[in-house]
């Protein structure tokens, strides 16, 4: 029987998630609730200095005045801050000198995920600073990294030891004011990882970390930040998977990245958190703030694959502020069941010669909604900037839908700015091409998306590409291999 | 006061001397209503992110000329394309000016909408179309509340306007602020044809605020075919709100020349009720000095098998601001769409900006929507080619930007219409290249 887009539909719709499960891990969880006694208990059991209690302080009494964001195409029931635990940790806090005393359940849950340590430790020579739930448990790599000087540590960590250098970058990108959601993170945030390459160090090995979001009830509010000195260069990889709750978990990080002058910055997110289920119930939120600053000569290129989410509302942007910057973006977003993505970027051009290059690739089915939301600005100082942007979309059946919400502001007249969007469908005569040459329907979907997709898998490491394309498999079962 | 309680408390008494029926009456006070709620747009809402109405609104209006003004056929004689035989419906400060104009009622109607108002041979047609097909959003609604006078054109089930119509606001300046709101009606029933030309003027530098609304509505193969000259002082505001009912295989096309006037706002909206049909969209904008246009367009595909295309160019020179959103929706069951949208701007001064949002909403799976959009420059190589060639500097800009605009200009069908545009453009550009003739 030939396999159409309708039969890819009724798989796609009764696909479920292949990694919801749930690690009983002891945790220990504030009572639920947001009040400035929280922000202080979180910044106590932290153990933070004063400045950055009052760091928090400040966030947090401005997020007060804050109001939720609605201007995104996203639709779904607002999360009661007030009924979430803002700190969640697992209870033995052990620090492992080898993968043997880690907690062997935990381990367990890597293996089920398909992220084996010791296998990655190996083959692909990654350090993985693993977040699970809100604390680092395991640092590889560590020593090699340390005698090139780059500093690769939980956060937290880096407060305590090199507060001169988180004090001087720490919201310089992201204000503790920039957004709702960004406020809320600085107010609260628990753990996430800190990175910081010296001057001319080319960083030897690929960074990278995994988020989970495990206890039930508990955000997660990761604060990443990457500090790139003079003439550096590194490339780190972040990717998540998410156990099958019903609840919707709230998902707010925030990405601060900084390449000085000559730097570069290579920043690749596979997003895969729970997408709720086939009725669009459950799911997490996800909303992040990612930006990054370029300085003279430097280079911030973002990459992601995001497959996950029941809400995403994502926009890593780059400021090229220095003159002769460059911003990438390389994204695909799928979107499937009830999912919601409204993901994009935005490119801030102040320096003279700074370039941006934005290739977006959506792709919907289902009854799910996938909107490009991007900004390109070329300010008046910004001579002879460059843009090149470029927004395509992939539509499966009538019920889901795909929008373009490009905005280009030019106020220099020696930019140049291009901008194309197409949105269609798998082409009938392509399927066509392919089953005559003996492909079948099934094999020419794959075949077709991943060609879709392939100039953003192209700009992934080469340890992230094969799991991402792993994910647009699973999120596409059935069309793809 | 300001200017949205003004025409709030004059409301009342700008329809005493109105000689209408009950139900458009109710059409009115609900229209007040609406804008007495929603008020002046402002750049909170996303729609008018980039426009401000501030600058005018802050300012005293007067809403009716208080004079009887007259003015001499030989002093507007040049805003006219008199070397074309046309129908003429001219309206001086708001009102109707029967020696200037030239109407008919041959066949088709070609009159006014304060007659096809109140007189009762016209009740069945503006009871069918009049406010149907305009939405109820602020600024539509203040016009619908006051709209008293403007063009009503009627052409009947497979009849064909025998010549173009020109529509023409001239203001006189007698008021030294004057807001106008004219209503225009122009329903081409099956197989009906029509072309029509639109300007705005005024007669010196006094301000004047138009809000003018056009409701156009195209019957089954029906063809529509209008142009709007914008092209006012430097002390001129227009808002023109036009809304486009189109049924099965009708082609309605729109062309909006933006060559002056201190903020222009075109809300442009297409509403496909109907297969098969092709909307058309094109704007060549060229100003200068601290001048603002901004073109607001909707495609609204509600059916399947149907075509729409987009083709907006701006040139932008010394504080100029361009604004271009553009907006293509497409609903689950329009499928077999093919939607097109291109946006294209030079910048030519340091100060110039442009802010471009073209927009795609699919819902539909089997369409081919897309869109493009640039910002740049005229190109230096071309540029040299010319001087090398002894083409000077300014003739050669103008040469390049003439062949910028010009696909835009080729699909104006009224041959007087297009010589008078490449004139303007000429004008505009400084320069005598031959190309105006």
Known sequence: ?481 | MNLKDKLLSSYLTSQEHLDLDNSLHDIKDEAIKVFEEKGFPSKKQEDWKYTSLNSIIKQDFSLVSKQEDTIEFKDVKKYFIHDLDTYKIVFIDGVYSSYLSETTHDGVDVCLLSAALTKPRYKAVIDVYFNKIAPQDSLTSLNTAFAKEGAYIYVPKGKAVNKPIQILHFSTGNEANLMLQPRNLIVAEENAEVQIIERHQSLNGNAVFTNSVTEIYAGKRAMVDYYKIQNDKENASLIDNTHIDQQDSSEVSVHTFSFGGKLTRNNLNFYQNGEHNNSILKGVTIIEDKQHVDHNTLVHHKQPNCESHQDYKGIFDDNATGVFNGKVVVDSIAQKINAYQSNNNILVSDKASINSKPQLEIFADDVRCSHGCTIGQLDEDALFYMRARGIGVKEGRALLMYAFANNVLESVKIPQLKARITKLIANKLEVNLGFDV
């Open chain 1, 1 to 481: 029987m030939a396999y159409t887009e309708d039969d890819l539909e009724k798989e796609l719709a009764t696909k479920e998630y292949k990694y919801g499960f749930y690690t009983d891990i002891e945790s220990e969880t504030f009572p639920i609730g947001l009040n400035e006694d929280i922000v202080r208990a979180i910044s106590l059991k932290k153990e933070e200095p004063e400045w950055m209690t009052n760091w928090r302080l400040e966030a947090f009494r401005h997020w007060q005045t804050m109001e939720e964001p609605e201007w995104a195409n996203v639709h779904y029931e607002k999360p009661n801050f007030q009924s979430i635990s803002y700190y969640s940790a697992p209870s033995k806090k052990p620090k492992f000198d080898s993968l043997d005393e880690v907690d062997p359940e935990l381990l367990d849950t890597f293996k089920r995920l398909g992220i084996s340590i010791d296998e990655q430790k190996k083959l692909a020579g990654v350090a993985v600073d693993i977040v699970m739930d809100s604390v680092s448990v395991a640092t590889t790599f560590k020593k090699t990294l340390a005698e090139k000087g780059i500093i690769f540590c939980p956060i937290s960590e880096a407060i305590k030891e090199h507060p001169e250098l988180v004090k001087k970058y720490l919201g310089t990108v992201v204000p503790q004011k920039d957004n709702f959601y960004a406020a809320l993170n600085s107010a609260v945030f628990s753990d996430g990882s800190f990175c910081y390459i010296p001057k001319g160090v080319k960083c030897p090995m690929e960074l990278s970390t995994y988020f989970r979001i495990n206890q039930a009830n508990t955000g997660q509010f990761e604060r990443t930040l990457v500090v790139a000195d003079a003439g550096s260069y590194v490339s780190y990889l972040e990717g998540c998977t998410a156990p099958s709750r019903d609840e919707n978990q709230l998902h707010a990080a925030v990405v601060e990245l900084i390449a000085l002058d000559d730097a570069e910055i290579k920043y690749s997110t596979v997003q895969n958190w729970y997408p709720g289920n086939a009725e669009g119930k459950g799911g997490v939120y996800n909303f992040v703030t990612k930006r990054g600053l370029c300085e003279k000569n430097a280079k911030i290129s973002w990459t992601q694959v995001e497959t996950g989410s029941a809400v995403t509302w994502k926009y890593p942007s780059c400021v090229l502020k220095g003159d002769n910057s460059i911003g990438e973006f390389y994204s695909i977003a799928v979107t499937n069941n009830f999912q919601q993505a409204d993901t994009g970027t935005k490119m801030i051009h102040l320096g003279k010669n700074t370039k941006s290059t934005i290739i977006s690739k959506g792709i919907s089915a289902g009854n799910s909604q996938n909107s490009y939301r991007g900004l390109v600005q070329i300010n008046n100082r910004a001579e002879n900037a460059r843009n090149f942007s470029q927004c395509d979309s992939l539509l499966m059946g009538n019920k889901c839908g795909a929008h373009t919400f490009p905005y280009i502001e030019a106020k220099n007249k020696s930019a140049k700015i291009e901008h194309e969007a197409t949105t269609s469908k798998i082409g009938e005569d392509q399927i066509f091409y392919c089953n005559q040459r003996g492909i079948d329907t099934e094999k020419a979907i794959a075949l077709i998306v991943n060609g879709f997709s392939k100039e953003v898998l192209n700009k992934l490491p080469m340890e992230f590409a094969v799991e991402a394309q792993k994910l647009l498999e699973i999120s596409l079962e059935g069309s793809v291999g």
